[in-house]
């Protein structure tokens, strides 16, 4: 394996099916002192890192796959994957204001990135921001017609407006779920209390 070159290195890193064999083969390319240097920019090497991040993540090793991540935009601070997914690890292990700057950061180049919204909005909901979640749900399904893929997103915007009380607002939104999706199990649950606390509040029975 140590015989081989960073190219076939990085072809069987790709196809390798274990995450500890891919790190195996990243952790060779990086350590190679026999590169193509125009073959291997910052771009390509910065893809490597944050394989080798990904394949930390699978295995569970967060702080490794951060540290990954991080090396991976020192050399492209612009690759909005490494940055999607330094977010994703970081709220993993707690980071959550800082998982928010990264989705942040995605959002300053790309307003439009559905992902960030959603993930930031996830986030704020978590720290029970939901005023704040359903800004970020709005701007993500914004000019976007109904869609299965965005039956959960509508279904997370109603549990944001049920946890503020706003009960009318939360049947809109899981009444938008079932338009799409008309078997969506948690919609139709979230219906249900919705439907529940109007009644109670009208004092109906």
């Not at 930390?56 to 999607?84: K, P």
């Not at 959603?118 to 914004?142: F, P, Q, R, T, V």
């Not at 939360?170 to 948690?186: G, M």
Request: aromatic share 12%; with cysteine.
């Amino acid at each position: 394996m140590e015989n081989g070159t960073p190219e076939y290195w990085f072809k069987m890193a790709f196809d390798a099916e274990d995450p500890e064999d891919k790190l195996e083969y990243f952790t060779l390319i990086l350590e190679s002192e026999s590169m193509d240097s125009e073959l291997w920019n910052d771009d390509a090497i910065a893809l490597v890192w944050n394989n080798k991040g990904i394949a930390y993540t699978f295995l569970g090793m967060y702080q490794e796959s951060i540290f990954c991540f991080e090396r991976s935009l020192s050399l492209n601070a612009n690759d909005q994957d490494v940055l999607h997914n330094l977010g994703t690890v970081l709220h993993i292990v707690g980071r959550d204001a800082e998982a928010i700057g990264y989705y942040d950061n995605i959002l300053t180049k790309d307003p439009d990135n559905d992902n960030a919204w959603i993930n930031k909005g996830d986030l704020l909901e978590l720290m029970g921001n939901h005023n704040e979640a359903i800004a970020c749900y709005s701007k993500a399904h914004k000019d976007i017609e109904l869609d299965n893929k965005f039956a959960i997103l509508w279904n997370k915007k109603g549990m944001s407006y049920f946890k503020l009380g706003r009960y009318n607002e939360a049947i809109n939104c899981f009444s938008r779920v079932l338009n799409i999706d008309p078997e969506h199990n948690d919609a139709i649950e979230n219906m249900k209390e919705a439907l529940s606390h109007t009644k109670k509040l009208n004092g109906s029975i």
